[in-house]
């Protein structure tokens, strides 16, 4: 005990004195997931929370241009820009401020749509009515115009998902408003036929079945949205925690180097309580590490206008999580340590080697929206492992049972990893 | 008794392609200072880490205080024995205080037995006032007396020290000398290897030079050198038995 004691001890001071050492374990991972979860809170932000400047070009001045600009306007989605510098927008300017870029979205609404959208309600209705005996009332046009289309522009940049998106909204949007001004046509017409002016109709409720969402999580009442803050802050944790493998590489080299591991070897003792103090040692600084960026997603993130991270509510099994993902992460670092003879190798295999897998672990991008076969190998990443358990434990709200194979992953993938670094030592004493 | 009795050591490292010790024997008595001495290469630092149980040997015995070194024994034998390396195997960032104190835990030791123990030997070595410095910024000499006692905290019955004058001034060097005198004089044995053959001479009763892996030559350095009329001092005697030839 006095051994492992004295070596957590030795490691601290050690620690204390590396001035570069403590900013990689501490200040990079804190800039690292504030930076992430800032840049990526765009793209993980669903397309009805973003609001976009829509250049408005209203050729119609009537009531099909004012619904849409007022449909728009109230939707949230879009913030409509129907004049530039006191004057309203053309559809020539619109196009070139759309095609440098300083736009995204212009929809121009034709000249006569109104016209054509009550002529065509009034038609549908004509044509009910005279299938119910009731006389055509409502005037239609002559001649329908078959090539009148509300005109949309996007900038040539823009990405195919997000114009689908956009085209949706503003079509679903332009559907209400027929569908609104059909529905107002009906009326209309019963009003006319059946009734005296003071006659109130009940509103025609056009939704017969709605659509309801429930959390499937164990606690429902709490209802974990996944966001830029929910996935960057423990992804990137956790990638920060596997980075320890470079100082404990370092360190592990710089003692074989400088000959104070063959002094810890000469001292009579076992050197694997040596070996554990420094493990536990490190595995105490990567739980440190995880919760002190936690602590910046609860605390900091508000700060920067992002959302605050969520814990779930099983704080042990997120504790537990931490600490085999830290185990996990330290007994790589120690591998590395004993498997390479430099410094520039380890560093350079480590450093490289986590970004490898968390790159194919989920740790950039969902595992989900990967090609199938780097799912398959991307499963294999520890990182992935680890991000699973930690995804289970805040957005689910699951408990150990839910972590228990992630985690035997993570603590079998540790012991397999310092079982290695044994023979491998014991190999260079034979 | 013999401090160290070596027998038919043989030791091939994996991928070498000649064996670093060739059926090496020789034996020193106990509390006696006595030389291990041999041209680069000879075996002599393979010799040492077979003697600490760093290495294993491919063959052979050693005994240290007549103790037959094996799995067994080793532990046992790691506390008869304090290896002062050629390196500075000490950790650079820690003070001098905090490196001896650290190791003196590792030895067993620990809280007011411990601090006054490290801080007699520092007194000891005039290190008293650098006792809370980083051994980072210590002076070459500083750094090998500090690595001196980092190996005899535990008052090791045979010292054996690997160059452990290499780099030094002569304040420092005529100090670890006389501290080799003084601590042979308490009854433990030190086994010495170095390049300064005149060191050799001055400090060591029995000296085993070792070439390729074998022993050359062993007994006094003056009778040694009186066995070769051709010889004027210990190097001479050196040069008799390994040759002129510069070895890598």
């Known amino acids: 005990m006095l051994r492992l004691i004295a070596t957590i ?20 991972p804190v800039i690292l997931i504030t930076v992430m979860a800032l840049i990526q809170d765009a793209p993980f932000k669903d397309y009805q929370e973003v609001k976009f400047d829509i250049l408005t070009v209203d050729n119609d001045h009537g009531r099909l241009g004012r619904y849409i600009r007022e449909g728009l306007g109230n ?9 530039l510098q006191g004057k309203p927008v053309s559809e020539t300017t619109a196009k070139s401020l759309i095609g440098e870029g300083h736009y995204k979205i212009s929809i121009v609404i034709p000249k006569g749509s109104t016209a054509e959208i009550v002529s065509n309600a009034n038609k549908i209705v004509n044509d009910i009515s005279k299938r119910m005996g009731i006389p055509a009332q409502l005037p239609v046009k002559a ?22 998106a956009i085209r949706q909204a503003l079509d679903n949007f332009l559907t209400q408003v027929q569908t609104d001004l059909l529905l107002e046509r009906i009326q209309m017409q019963l009003r006319s036929k059946d009734s005296t002016a003071t006659d109130t109709f009940p509103a025609i409720k056009l939704k017969a079945v709605g659509l309801q969402e429930t959390n499937l999580g164990k606690h429902q009442e709490i209802d974990v949205i996944s966001n830029s803050v929910q996935h960057n802050v423990p992804a990137w944790s956790i990638f920060a925690m596997f980075f320890i493998v470079i100082p404990i590489a ?31 040692f490190f595995v105490g600084i990567c739980v440190i590490q995880f919760y002190l960026m936690i602590a910046v997603g609860i605390f900091g993130m508000p700060l920067l206008d992002l959302p605050a991270l969520q814990l779930g509510v099983n704080h042990w099994a997120g504790f537990i999580t931490a600490l085999s993902i830290s185990i996990t992460a330290t007994a790589y670092g120690i591998l590395i340590g004993t498997i390479f003879k430099t410094p520039n190798q380890a560093l350079n295999f480590g450093a490289i080697s986590i970004v490898i897998l968390s790159a194919i672990g989920g740790i950039w991008i969902p595992l989900e929206i990967m090609p199938e076969k780097i799912q398959s190998i991307g499963r294999l990443s520890p990182l992935s492992w680890g991000l699973d358990a930690i995804n289970d434990v805040y957005l689910r709200n699951g408990d150990i049972r839910f972590i228990l194979q ?5 603590l079998a993938c540790g012991l397999v990893m310092l079982g290695i670094a044994g023979w491998v030592e014991q190999r260079r004493i034979s | 008794m013999t401090s160290i ?10 991928g070498a392609l000649t064996p670093s010790l060739e059926g090496l024997s020789f034996s020193f008595p106990e509390g006696k200072i006595v030389g291990l001495l041999g041209p680069n290469g000879a075996g002599k630092t393979t010799t040492i880490s077979i003697l600490c149980g760093l290495v294993k040997a491919g063959s052979g015995s050693v005994k240290i205080f007549d103790i037959t070194q094996d799995a067994s024994r080793r532990e046992a034998i790691k506390r008869l024995i304090g290896i002062v390396p050629q390196q500075i195997a000490l950790f650079p960032q820690l003070t001098a205080k905090e490196n001896l104190c650290y190791f003196g835990n590792l030895y067993g030791f620990k809280g007011k037995a411990l601090k006054q123990k490290v801080e007699q030997y520092l007194e000891m070595f005039g290190l008293g006032n650098a006792a809370d410095k980083e051994v980072g910024k210590f002076s070459g000499g500083m750094k090998r007396r500090t690595n001196i006692i980092a190996a005899i905290l535990h008052e090791p019955r045979l010292l054996i020290l690997d160059e452990p004058t290499a780099g030094v001034d002569v304040q420092s060097r005529s100090m670890i000398l006389q501290f080799l005198k003084e601590y042979n004089q308490k009854g433990n044995s030190v086994v010495y290897t170095s390049h300064l053959l005149d060191e050799a001479q001055q400090i060591c009763e029995d000296v085993a030079i070792i070439d390729e892996g074998k022993l050359v030559v062993q007994g006094n350095p003056i009778d040694l050198i009186k066995q070769h009329p051709a010889c004027r001092n210990l190097e001479d005697v050196f040069l008799h038995y390994t040759g002129h030839a510069v070895r890598d």
């Open chain 1, 9 to 28: 001890r030795k490691e601290w001071l050690l620690l204390l004195r590396d001035k570069a050492g403590l900013a990689l374990l501490f200040a990079m």
């Open chain 1, 75 to 83: 939707s949230g989605q879009f913030n409509v820009i129907d004049s």
């Open chain 1, 143 to 164: 001649i329908a115009s078959d090539s009148l289309a509300v005109q949309l522009y996007f900038d040539p940049a823009a990405k195919k998902a997000f114009k689908s």
């Open chain 1, 250 to 280: 370092g360190n592990m080299i710089r003692e074989r180097e400088d000959g104070s591991l063959v002094r810890m070897k000469l001292i009579p003792g076992n050197y694997l309580s040596i070996l554990a103090g420094k493990l536990l």
């Open chain 1, 406 to 410: 992630d985690i035997t992953r993570l």
């Open chain 2, 5 to 14: 009795a070596v027998k038919d050591l043989y030791k091939t490292y994996s």
